[in-house]
């Protein structure tokens, strides 16, 4: 058999489902590496009172990463002439899957990090957080004796 023989008793749109299958796996890779660096806490301890803050995954970043999947489907199916082209919308959700996800890690650690913990007065904590891009978890303890 030679290669044109392959090629054309290869599956019709061989391409495209190969551009599909390789979305959903960076997608699931990027949810993945999204989930395990927004992670991180950050303590502290004033006369007796404690205050522990925990970053961690906001569903809604998971949320949005499979919309993007389903909505690029959607468009390719519905708007793609040939496959050239619905090959063009797969990749341009990849690169919207991977800029909400960086743009995720990296705006939720910054904001974390610059969470003023260190200066807690051991009454109050209000703490302004970006919502979409991670959440904090915030718990109150008295300090140990």
Known sequence: MTSATVQQSALPG???VSRIRALIVFTLGAAVVYGLLTSAGSATC?????????????PLVFVALVAIVVIALSVALRRAT???GAVRYLTRAAVVVAA?????IVISQVWFALI????????TA???????????DADFAPSAP
């Open 14 to 16: 061989r391409t495209v």
């Open 46 to 58: 004033v006369a007796d009172s404690c205050i522990s803050l925990t970053l961690r995954p906001n």
């Open 82 to 84: 040939t496959e050239e």
């Open 100 to 104: 909400v996800a960086i743009a995720s």
């Open 116 to 123: 003023p913990v260190a200066e807690w007065d051991g009454v």
């Open 126 to 136: 209000n703490y302004l957080f970006p919502f979409p891009f991670g959440s904090v």
